[in-house]
């Protein structure tokens, strides 16, 4: 125990995080130069293409100061809002973290809020300035930052560049000396912290746990504390660049677990590994991850509904996170409702239904989940705006609030109030980090910043402005269901749930908007938005009077035909409502809506 460090590496997305784990995996000769690619951790295609590590995992290495051997685990944290439970989870299985900020960026609100998080579980902190290398580097201005943020000495920030492998040894050594070894009680009953889990596609379910007490054997019977479930460990072990199996793993380290579990659902990040007899109770701090944001996902060819069943099952089986149920939409026909953890998360899924099962799919205006309440005290969950009752039916609705951290530059705060203000925020607080850094603490509806909030966010600061949030209830809220017409006919996949407020300007837009993507036809569309029965705003698609092939007259034949398949092709992702064809870009329309 006494030579083992377990650390992750805190930063900003871009600020190096990924670029100084390679470093120390090759300075500590983890992975040898020929299997060295640049961001070894981020092993997923998309992850790397994205630049952001999706899913955590860890690694070990081997450090040998003043000649003994030590044991480094370097637990691996996702950066990104969507997915913070699992950051937190992944710093209460460590003792210590690298802060690793950007010398030419300065501390960002995400930085900060992963930050506390680690200093609330005891965490020590090794400050890190990256990219000293850079010519625009700031290091004296943002040494002091970090001074002002965690109230360190400024000698014991360490000057690094992952990128030019300046500052590594200082790293590795500051690792062995400032971070304390894991405690614990090797004979008291096991008590495993999971905090992650990666899915492979011959062993199934990896469980990724740290030992807190007790010790683990090959071919022990446990329990998962949270899910009750029981296993057999078939094979546990240690993560280098590859598994590699032990037979026992004891108090203070950190190891994977085969155990035969084929889905992704049937382990739960926080939970505890612990023995089926003499047991230990659970860790503290467990919670199950709830979906933050809904959405349909629908086949657009509807003959592929059963394809796309076969697509998600295999999705869900390595992403915990997403969960799905049937649904029918009369525009849409059969389709999935899903939950994600934020937009990132819709993002990232819909891309591996198409990329990695060839899916081809639209998916319907993203919501929060609502709260509608019949009776004072009878309450339905709305995920789509089609689970809203009738409006004569409702006593009230209730929304989710987040409270959200920002950080940006002096400058910027006029703006960024401006934004929130627009969004329904509360500015709750407004602190000077430094003389030209502000901290503003707003309470908003979590439906007002999911969507495009964080693009705006960043275009008015001009890329310096973060952003973190975290969910502190539900509140009541005037919200209508606003419907979207097309000749008549209610479309119901372009339906939304919007504050009252503001849904003429709403229903407005989404009009004008339609009228744009709504390709012309051989006959005139009204398109109508309406609250309940009472219409708010219409617009008017022209009929088309031209053939498109007339332009052709007596053309080329392969002219001609090319631009019937050019038709084909935006046909792909179009769906006909009554007579009226709609293309995919009508129903993320307003998510654009400016
Ligand atoms: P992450 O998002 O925190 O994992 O950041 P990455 O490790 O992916 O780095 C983001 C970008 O910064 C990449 O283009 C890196 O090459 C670059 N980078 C990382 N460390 C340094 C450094 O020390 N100096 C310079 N100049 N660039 C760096
Ligand atoms: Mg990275």
Redesign the pocket.
């Known amino acids: 125990m006494k030579h083992i460090r377990n650390f992750c590496i805190i ?10 784990a390679d470093r120390l995996l090759e300075f500590t000769q983890t992975v040898s130069d020929r299997d060295m690619q640049a ?1 070894l951790l ?1 092993d997923m295609d998309l992850e790397r293409e994205r ?3 999706i899913k955590s995992h860890a690694i070990q290495m081997n450090f040998v100061y003043n000649d003994e051997t030590y044991v480094l685990n370097l637990i691996d944290t996702p ?1 990104h809002v969507d997915f913070s439970y699992e950051v937190s989870r992944a710093i209460a299985a460590c003792e210590g973290a690298l802060l ?1 900020v950007d010398a030419a960026q300065g501390i960002e609100a995400q930085t900060i809020s992963n930050l506390y998080l680690a200093i609330g579980h005891d965490l020590e902190i090794i400050p890190v300035l ?5 010519p625009s580097a700031l290091p004296e201005e943002v040494s002091d930052q970090i001074v002002d943020l965690i109230g360190c000495e400024r000698d014991s920030i360490i000057r ?5 492998g300046i500052g590594i040894n200082e790293i590795l050594q500051a690792i062995v000396e400032r971070i304390p070894a894991p405690k614990g009680d090797p004979q008291a009953p096991l008590q495993a912290l999971i905090f992650d889990s990666v899915y492979n596609t011959f062993r199934g379910i990896e469980v990724l746990f740290r030992v807190y007490n007790g010790e683990i054997k090959k071919g022990d019977k446990v329990k998962f504390v949270n899910t009750k479930r029981e296993y057999d460990a078939d094979e546990i072990g240690v993560l280098k660049l590859k598994q590699e199996a032990r037979d026992t793993i004891s108090t203070g380290n950190v190891g994977y677990l085969i155990s035969g579990i084929k889905e992704a659902r049937e382990v739960k990040v926080g939970d505890t590994i612990t023995h089926v007899t003499r047991s230990g109770p659970a860790i503290q701090g467990f919670e199950n991850v709830k979906p933050m944001v809904f959405a349909g996902i629908y086949p657009v060819d509807t003959s592929e509904f059963e394809d796309l069943r076969a697509a998600m099952e295999k999705l869900q089986l390595n992403d915990a996170a997403l969960i799905w149920e049937p649904e029918t939409s009369a525009a849409l026909g059969f389709g999935f409702r899903c939950g994600f953890l934020g937009m990132l998360h819709m993002e990232i899924v819909q891309e591996r239904l198409e990329r990695e099962f060839d899916m081809t799919v639209i998916t319907t205006v993203p919501s929060v989940q609502f709260h509608a309440y019949t009776t004072k005290d009878e309450m339905t969950k709305v995920n789509a705006p089609s689970d809203m009752p009738e409006p004569n039916y409702i006593d009230h609705v209730e929304e989710p609030f987040v409270r959200a951290q920002m950080i940006s530059k002096a400058e910027y705060i006029g703006p960024i109030i401006a934004l929130c203000m627009d969004k329904r925020g509360i500015l709750k607080n407004q602190v000077y980090l430094t003389t030209d850094r502000v901290e503003l603490t707003f309470e908003l509806p979590l439906a007002e910043i999911v969507f495009d909030f964080f693009d705006r966010l960043k275009t008015i600061s001009r890329g310096y402005a973060s952003l973190d949030y975290e969910l502190i209830g539900f509140r009541p809220s005037h919200l209508v269901k606003l419907d979207i017409l097309l000749n008549g006919e209610k479309v119901d996949a372009l339906s939304a749930i919007v504050h009252r407020d503001k849904a003429y300007d709403w229903g407005k837009r989404l009009c004008e908007k339609l009228r744009e993507l709504l390709p012309r036809q051989q006959f005139e569309i009204a398109i109508q938005a309406a609250i309940g029965t009472k219409v708010i705003a219409r617009e008017t698609v022209k009929a088309l009077r031209k053939n498109v092939l007339a332009k052709c007259y007596g053309g080329d034949i392969s002219r001609k035909r090319k631009l019937l398949e050019k038709q084909k092709k935006g046909k792909k992702r179009m769906r006909q409502v009554g007579n009226v064809e709609i293309p995919q870009e009508a129903f993320m329309a307003v998510l654009k809506l400016e």
Do not use: E, M
């Open positions: 930063a900003h997305i871009d600020h190096g995080k990924s670029t100084l961001q981020d630049g952001i590590t950066g690793v990256n990219k000293i290398d850079l690094a560049s992952a990128k030019a």
